[in-house]
């Protein structure tokens, strides 16, 4: 069965910290992961994608990584800002026709001043 | 300017009656989806579209309805069918041969 799992479910941080959201999947065929913030009461939207061949990637103070082997992805966020709190949501897309995503739950995300 | 918009933001419905949420995107994309997001758990596929005139069931289709009769218009109708319709849903589309899906800012029902 296709799933996406997240880690933790929520996390508070101070302002100015870093923290790491975990993300392990069980998706296949695999095809692309991607990380979504999404605000409270709106749409998520795109952080980062990671293919099969890449091991990371940055984008501004949001660092993904991607273990094709062991299935995994981190995302990191660097001197945390209070616009950080969101949820992040972990998207793995499998390789078929229509490209289905499966969705994690999710981790909240709380940066406190 | 581009993007995708769902209307209303927020609505209430009265439990035995059917209600159309909207979803109109002018970026010209293909496919459009419909999710529904619940507290602890994922967005779960409700219908998707990948081309006018023609539409799939996801995972939870069960009291819900759609029509693609415009590229650009991707209507979802829940029916007095759903047995739980309190959610937040959302509307997304994808351009075909890209794998990002661009999501609507979404819409709260709520059932009284």
């Known amino acids: 069965k296709n799933q996406v799992e997240q880690s933790p479910q929520s996390l508070i941080i101070l302002e100015g910290k870093n923290c790491t959201l975990q993300?392990?999947?069980?998706?296949?065929?695999?095809?692309?992961l991607r990380w979504y913030k999404q605000d409270t009461g709106r749409g998520p939207v795109s952080l980062t994608i990671?293919?099969?061949?890449?091991n990371t990637k940055s984008n501004g103070r949001y660092t993904a990584t991607l273990d094709a082997d062991t299935k995994q992805s981190s995302l990191h966020i660097t001197a945390s800002q209070l616009s950080d709190s969101a949820s992040y949501i972990c998207?793995?897309?499998?390789?078929?026709?229509?490209?289905?995503?499966?969705f994690g739950t999710g981790t909240r995300l709380l940066v406190s001043p | 300017d581009g993007g995708i918009t769902q209307s209303p933001k927020y609505l209430f419905r009265k439990e035995g009656q059917n209600v159309t949420l909207s979803c109109e995107q002018n970026l010209n994309h293909d496919a459009m989806y419909w999710y529904r997001q619940d507290p602890g758990q994922g967005l779960r596929l409700i219908y998707y579209?990948?081309?006018?005139?023609?539409?799939q069931k996801g995972d939870i289709a069960e009291g819900y309805s759609v029509s693609r009769e415009k590229k650009e218009s991707f209507p979802l109708t829940v029916t007095s069918a759903q047995k739980n319709p309190t959610a937040f849903y959302l509307c997304?589309?994808?351009?075909?041969?890209?794998?990002?899906?661009?999501f609507g800012q979404g819409t709260r029902l709520t059932v009284v």
């Open positions: 990671m293919t099969f061949s890449e």
């Open positions: 579209s990948q081309i006018v005139n023609d539409f």
């Open positions: 997304a589309s994808r351009p075909q041969g890209y794998t990002e899906a661009f």
């Open positions: 998207v793995v897309s499998a390789d078929t026709g229509f490209q289905k995503l499966v």
């Open positions: 993300c392990n999947y069980t998706v296949s065929p695999f095809s692309n």
